[in-house]
């Protein structure tokens, strides 16, 4: 993307001319503010909510504040180039967008919109586990843009295969094992309005989609089922799984494999008992690179490559899963001076603009995932919304690289940022 900062102001500055302004703010706040406006209260507290009382979502900002860049003058880069490589794949910027789950909350067909958008701008997507469309129909409308598959490893030893299976199928470049949801953290806003989008068969898009997945459902299904309490909440649940269930809401209204498939998926999508035994065994079981996504700590990072993955997303799952807990930011410092220059790293969580990226690039990190953005951008726009997010935070990567002095990615370095007295 060669001068994208200045062809990006430059669209927005000409429309302004005709008197049409961004239909997707270009300052983060903003974008959130109206990205709020926009949802439902149950959709702003599962998107938007964290763990706790909010400190590890406060505390990847602070670390980010906490950072200066600092830019050099006179050193003539005209031209960026904000291409790089990350597990072999060449990359129009060091962007990814990065697995949002129940995107649906936000508005329908959310992971085909998002899918489309990161086409658009040719910034690949890793496909949510917890998707609200299957991932073949999201690679489809992907094209030639690269993809990943995000998997939850669940209960089901076979189901985890399968999932594997489907994602080789589909192209992806890595499987990014997530592995900080074993279990739900407490997150009190939805717990508040007893809001959990998997329980009314949101979310679930790559399991009913999913051949084994389908087959332990049915047997269930086929069980004697123990009928509910009919009340108002229980005729809405019910009419929620038979709209969000593959098929014809009113065949599905009629079957019992629609309540089967959302209690199977809340017994079997995650495996509490996850180890490193079981991830040792990913190398034999696919021929995809293998990121795992939600390392925090330098001893945990050194036994994922003793293991043979090839990189890692250091990553608090944007502050949702474990109130207090430290700062993405400022554990990608310390593992990758512990680790130094080789290792493939990225980072997520906390993530808000150009300059972010910047920041993230220069204090080690090879790439990046942008997380509640672009489905903030989704919720406001669709798929033009996702794409107008991405190019609004290359612009500004390009802009800043141009005001440092960085002509590329590899330039991006950490003495072009400086550490704030607290």
């Known amino acids: 993307m060669r001068d994208a ?11 302004g001319t005709l008197g049409r302004r961004p239909v997707v703010p270009t300052d983060f706040a903003e974008l959130e503010r109206r990205a ?9 507290a599962y998107v938007a909510g964290g763990a706790g009382e909010g400190r590890t979502m406060r505390r990847n900002r602070a670390a980010f504040d906490r950072w200066a860049i600092v830019p050099r003058m006179a050193a003539g880069a005209v031209d960026r180039d904000l291409s790089t490589e990350v597990l072999g794949t060449r990359l129009t910027s060091p962007l990814l967008l990065a697995p949002v789950g129940a995107g649906a909350l936000m508005g329908k067909d959310s992971d085909l919109a998002i899918a489309t958008g990161a086409a658009a701008t040719g910034t690949p997507y890793v496909f949510s586990n917890q998707g609200c469309n299957p991932m073949e129909e999201c690679a489809a409308a992907m094209g030639d843009t690269p993809r990943w598959f995000q998997l939850y490893w669940s209960k089901d030893e076979r189901l985890v295969d399968s999932l594997i299976a489907r994602a080789e199928a589909i192209g992806a470049g890595a499987l990014v094992v997530t592995l900080d949801t074993t279990v739900l953290g407490w997150r009190p806003q939805d717990l508040n309005l007893g809001s959990l989008p998997f329980a009314k068969g949101l979310g679930i898009a790559q399991y009913t989609s999913d051949p084994v997945f389908q087959e332990i459902a049915a047997e269930r299904a086929r069980q004697p089922q123990e009928r509910p309490k009919v009340t108002l909440g229980a005729i809405r649940a019910l009419l929620a799984m038979s709209r969000n269930h593959p098929g014809s809401f009113w065949a599905n209204l009629r079957s019992p494999l629609p309540r089967a498939s959302v209690e199977t998926f809340l017994d079997i999508y995650s495996n509490p008992g996850l180890s490193w035994e079981h991830l040792a065994t990913l190398k034999r079981r696919t021929s995809l690179p293998v990121v795992l996504k939600g390392i925090l700590d330098v001893e945990d990072a050194r036994r994922a490559f003793a293991i043979g993955v ?23 410092v ?3 001076a512990a680790l130094g220059p080789e290792p493939t790293l990225l980072l997520d969580s906390g993530i808000r603009t150009g300059a972010d990226v910047f920041t993230a690039l220069a204090l080690g990190a090879d790439a990046v995932l942008l997380g509640r953005p672009h489905l903030y951008g989704f919720a406001l726009a669709g798929a033009h919304g996702v794409a107008e997010v991405i190019r609004n935070v290359v612009a500004e990567l390009d802009l800043t690289m141009a005001l440092t002095g960085a002509r590329d990615i590899a330039s991006i370095t950490r003495e072009l940022v400086r550490e704030q007295p607290a």
């Open 310 to 332: 090839d990189a890692l997303v250091v990553s608090n799952h944007g502050g949702r899963q474990v109130d207090n807990a430290v700062a993405s930011l400022d554990a990608l």
């Open 36 to 44: 709020r406006r926009a949802s439902s209260a149950e959709a702003w």
């Open 5 to 15: 900062g200045l062809v990006r102001q430059s669209t927005v500055y000409r429309a």
């Open 334 to 336: 310390e593992i990758r």
